[in-house]
C-alpha cells in the first residue's frame, strides 16, 4: 500500500490545502477571479457525486479554502485542472 506522499508523488498536481479561489483559477485560467469561482461551484453543484462525497468528509460551502481530502475529491470527479 503506497504512503499519501507516494501516491502525490504519481501526480503532476499536488494535492494540498487550496484556497477556493486559487483552485478555480486553476481551473479556469482565462477568467477572472469571481467567473472562476462561479464556473467551478457550478460544475461542483451540478455533479451530485461529487458533492455526496464531499458532505461526506465535512466539507463546508462557507469556509475559504479545500482541505487536502476535498482537494483530492474534486480532482477525483472533475479531473486535473489545466
Known sequence: MKSEYEE???????????????LAM???????????????????????????????VGYYRFRRSFTPLEVRIIVKYLGEPG
Open 8 to 22: 502525490n508523488s504519481d501526480r503532476s498536481f499536488p494535492i494540498r490545502t487550496y484556497s477556493k479561489a486559487e
Open 26 to 56: 486553476l481551473y479556469c485560467p482565462n477568467q477572472c477571479i469571481t467567473l472562476a469561482l462561479n464556473t467551478l461551484y457550478r460544475w461542483m453543484r451540478l455533479n451530485t457525486a461529487l458533492m455526496a462525497e464531499l458532505q461526506s
